[in-house]
Protein backbone atom coordinates (compact mmCIF):
# COMPACT_ATOMS: atom_id res chain seq x y z
CA UNK A 1 0.00 0.00 0.00
CA UNK A 2 3.00 2.26 0.91
CA UNK A 3 4.32 1.41 -2.51
CA UNK A 4 1.80 2.33 -3.85
CA UNK A 5 1.10 5.54 -2.56
CA UNK A 6 4.68 6.33 -3.44
CA UNK A 7 4.17 5.53 -6.98
CA UNK A 8 1.11 8.22 -7.75
CA UNK A 9 2.56 10.74 -5.80
CA UNK A 10 5.78 10.58 -8.11
CA UNK A 11 3.66 9.93 -10.99
CA UNK A 12 1.66 13.24 -9.99
CA UNK A 13 4.90 14.76 -9.23
CA UNK A 14 6.24 14.26 -12.76
CA UNK A 15 2.97 15.08 -14.71
CA UNK A 16 3.07 18.43 -12.58
CA UNK A 17 5.92 18.85 -13.34
CA UNK A 18 5.64 18.27 -16.90
CA UNK A 19 3.10 21.02 -17.22
CA UNK A 20 5.52 22.74 -15.54
CA UNK A 21 7.59 23.29 -17.76
CA UNK A 22 5.36 23.80 -20.50
CA UNK A 23 3.60 26.55 -19.24
CA UNK A 24 6.81 27.96 -18.87
CA UNK A 25 8.39 27.21 -22.16
CA UNK A 26 5.68 28.95 -23.39
CA UNK A 27 5.62 31.84 -21.41
CA UNK A 28 9.19 32.57 -22.21
CA UNK A 29 8.55 31.42 -25.79
CA UNK A 30 5.75 33.67 -26.00
CA UNK A 31 7.86 36.73 -24.17
CA UNK A 32 11.33 36.44 -26.17
CA UNK A 33 9.10 36.52 -29.30
CA UNK A 34 7.72 39.68 -28.99
CA UNK A 35 9.56 43.35 -30.21
CA UNK A 36 8.85 46.61 -29.51
CA UNK A 37 7.23 49.40 -32.31
CA UNK A 38 9.89 50.64 -34.48
CA UNK A 39 9.09 54.26 -34.01
CA UNK A 40 6.51 56.13 -31.53
CA UNK A 41 2.71 55.91 -32.27
CA UNK A 42 2.18 56.76 -35.88
CA UNK A 43 5.90 57.38 -36.72
CA UNK A 44 5.25 55.13 -39.62
CA UNK A 45 3.55 52.14 -38.05
CA UNK A 46 0.30 53.26 -39.01
CA UNK A 47 -1.72 56.88 -40.55
CA UNK A 48 -1.82 59.50 -38.62
CA UNK A 49 -5.63 59.55 -37.15
CA UNK A 50 -7.16 62.84 -36.85
CA UNK A 51 -7.24 64.75 -33.91
CA UNK A 52 -9.91 66.02 -32.06
CA UNK A 53 -8.60 69.29 -30.69
CA UNK A 54 -8.25 73.33 -32.23
CA UNK A 55 -5.24 72.53 -34.45
CA UNK A 56 -4.94 72.68 -38.25
CA UNK A 57 -4.33 69.22 -39.70
CA UNK A 58 -3.55 68.28 -43.64
CA UNK A 59 -4.06 65.30 -44.96
CA UNK A 60 -2.37 64.87 -48.46
CA UNK A 61 -4.55 61.69 -49.33
CA UNK A 62 -8.32 61.99 -50.34
CA UNK A 63 -11.11 62.26 -47.69
CA UNK A 64 -13.87 59.72 -47.78
CA UNK A 65 -16.79 60.85 -45.58
CA UNK A 66 -20.15 58.96 -44.69
CA UNK A 67 -19.16 55.37 -45.47
CA UNK A 68 -21.11 53.86 -43.13
CA UNK A 69 -24.18 55.98 -44.49
CA UNK A 70 -24.93 58.23 -41.57
CA UNK A 71 -27.92 60.42 -41.64
CA UNK A 72 -25.18 63.48 -42.77
CA UNK A 73 -21.75 63.17 -44.78
CA UNK A 74 -20.32 66.48 -43.55
CA UNK A 75 -21.36 68.52 -40.56
CA UNK A 76 -19.37 72.33 -40.38
CA UNK A 77 -21.06 74.12 -37.58
CA UNK A 78 -19.10 77.09 -37.51
CA UNK A 79 -16.37 78.72 -39.38
CA UNK A 80 -16.47 79.01 -42.97
CA UNK A 81 -15.65 75.88 -46.24
CA UNK A 82 -13.24 76.49 -48.82
CA UNK A 83 -13.41 74.34 -52.07
CA UNK A 84 -10.24 75.45 -53.94
CA UNK A 85 -9.00 77.83 -51.38
CA UNK A 86 -7.49 77.78 -47.64
CA UNK A 87 -9.22 81.53 -46.87
CA UNK A 88 -12.89 81.39 -47.85
CA UNK A 89 -14.30 84.68 -47.49
CA UNK A 90 -18.24 83.33 -47.27
CA UNK A 91 -19.73 80.35 -45.85
CA UNK A 92 -18.88 78.36 -48.73
CA UNK A 93 -16.54 79.52 -51.60
CA UNK A 94 -16.31 77.41 -54.05
CA UNK A 95 -12.83 78.41 -56.46
CA UNK A 96 -13.70 76.86 -59.65
CA UNK A 97 -16.73 75.01 -61.44
CA UNK A 98 -19.74 73.92 -60.03
CA UNK A 99 -21.57 71.34 -61.09
CA UNK A 100 -25.05 69.89 -59.87
CA UNK A 101 -27.78 67.12 -60.82
CA UNK A 102 -29.92 69.61 -59.08
CA UNK A 103 -30.03 73.16 -56.88
CA UNK A 104 -31.82 74.44 -54.87
CA UNK A 105 -31.57 78.39 -54.63
CA UNK A 106 -33.95 80.06 -52.54
CA UNK A 107 -32.56 84.01 -52.85
CA UNK A 108 -29.36 85.41 -54.85
CA UNK A 109 -28.57 88.84 -53.24
CA UNK A 110 -26.49 91.86 -53.92
CA UNK A 111 -23.21 91.16 -52.11
CA UNK A 112 -22.60 94.98 -51.55
CA UNK A 113 -26.12 95.68 -50.67
CA UNK A 114 -27.48 92.27 -49.13
CA UNK A 115 -31.41 94.12 -48.72
CA UNK A 116 -31.70 93.46 -52.24
CA UNK A 117 -32.50 90.02 -52.96
CA UNK A 118 -34.00 88.26 -55.83
CA UNK A 119 -35.82 84.62 -55.28
CA UNK A 120 -35.15 82.22 -57.92
CA UNK A 121 -38.48 82.60 -59.58
CA UNK A 122 -37.31 86.58 -60.09
CA UNK A 123 -34.12 86.15 -61.28
CA UNK A 124 -35.47 83.08 -63.71
CA UNK A 125 -38.31 85.80 -65.40
CA UNK A 126 -35.52 88.27 -65.44
CA UNK A 127 -32.71 86.80 -67.34
CA UNK A 128 -35.75 84.54 -69.42
CA UNK A 129 -38.26 87.82 -70.13
Given at each position: ????????????????????????????SHTL???????????????APFN???????????????????????VVPF???????????????????????????????????????????????????
Amino acid sequence: MKILKSKILRDLCTKAFAVFVLVAFAFISHTLAWTSPSAPPTGGNSNAPFNADSATQTKVGGLVLNAGNAEYGLVVPFGKVGIGTNTPSETLEVVGDVRAVQAHIDQVCDKTNPTQCLTFTQMYNYVHP
